[in-house]
């Protein structure tokens, strides 16, 4: 991940380390960089370990991604979009294994189509929930993925431009 601060600047971006998440306004003292480390490692909570909580660190990876793109490349976007509509629009349940698949999948698709943009929604007009606000809200296991579901389907939401992009490339990975 240390590479997000090359991306930002490539990007024309200057990263704050103070105070509010710069990107999506979570309540940070340290500012996106905190908002970062929330997400890699801050939903202790949860037992990541098991099967059946793997589908949260899919989805916290791609809520994040997705509220904060200016700190990836371009084209984890449709990564990242493309695998929330097939978790949520197609009901696929996710694996680690599915993945490295989506990522093949995607690089055939970019070189017929390598100008594709998918431009994001405003900043700080990425959802209303934050890292910050499930880490303070969330008192048990439970609340804490109800968050980050609630979270995930927020982000995927305003990105709602390009859904039917990404349904696109959904059946044709799904095909
Ligand atoms: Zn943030």
Not at 45 to 53: A, R, V
Not at 82 to 103: A, E, G
Request: net charge positive; hydrophobic share 35%; proline share 3%.
């Amino acid at each position: 991940m240390q590479n997000y601060i090359d991306i930002a600047n490539k990007n024309g971006i200057t990263l704050s380390n103070n105070g509010k998440c710069q990107f999506c306004g979570a309540n940070t003292k340290k500012g996106v960089n905190e908002c970062l480390e929330i997400s890699n490692l801050g939903f202790k909570i949860i037992d990541f370990s098991l099967l059946e909580n793997h589908i949260y660190r899919f989805l916290i990876v791609d809520a994040h991604a997705l509220q904060h793109p200016e700190i990836h490349g371009r084209w984890s976007n449709h990564f990242h979009l493309s695998r929330l509509h097939l978790i949520f629009k197609y009901d696929v349940k996710w694996t680690y294994k599915l993945s490295p698949k989506l990522s093949d999948y995607l690089n055939k698709y970019k070189k017929n189509k390598p100008q594709e943009y998918l431009t994001p929604p405003k900043i700080l007009k990425r959802g209303n929930i934050t890292t910050t606000d499930i880490l303070n809200k969330a008192t048990n296991e439970t609340e804490c993925k109800g968050f980050i579901k609630k979270w995930s389907i927020d982000v995927y939401n305003t990105w709602n431009n390009h859904h039917h992009t990404v349904d696109k490339i959904a059946q044709g990975f799904l095909n």
